[in-house]
């Protein structure tokens, strides 16, 4: 068993490049300072994004209530044109009514029925003032 072995190489250790580093505390500063402006950037994005949204609310809310308010006066309006209206179909109705054609001449023109008399109604008092005012 004594036999010859081969022979090996001297052992050597393997030289590794060398890597300048960089000192730990400066990559750490710069990642910090990084991610700094990212949420400084991340933070303004949004304040600008809020401050439009609540312009565009308040002017939706502003032009609801304008719209509001020309609704009540639209609805107010049609009210006194439905009451406007009901009043002259009411009258309509009437002046061709058959059985009120007497009635409305009488109201419309000065003519009355012969059959009909006038009837005249005098104030006493009235009659009363008119005869001191006319005595000297």
Avoid: W
Avoid at 84 to 107: G, W
Wanted: charged share 25%.
């Amino acid at each position: 068993m004594n036999a010859i072995q081969p022979s090996r190489p001297p052992l050597q250790p393997i030289q590794k490049p060398r890597v300048i580093s960089r000192p730990k505390r400066h990559l750490r500063q710069r990642s910090y300072q990084v991610m700094a402006l990212e949420s400084t950037a991340k933070i303004a994005v949004n304040l600008i994004i809020t401050t439009v949204a609540a312009s565009a609310f308040a002017q939706l809310l502003s032009y609801k209530l304008l719209q509001q308010e020309k609704l009540r006066e639209i609805s107010t309006d049609v009210k006194l044109m439905e009451g406007h209206v009901n009043a002259l179909q009411t009258e309509f109705s009437r002046n061709f009514d058959p059985q009120q054609t007497k009635t409305i001449m009488q109201q419309q023109g000065y003519r009355f029925d012969p059959s009909q008399r006038r009837v005249v109604l005098m104030n006493q008092d009235r009659r009363e003032d008119e005869q001191t005012e006319s005595s000297p």
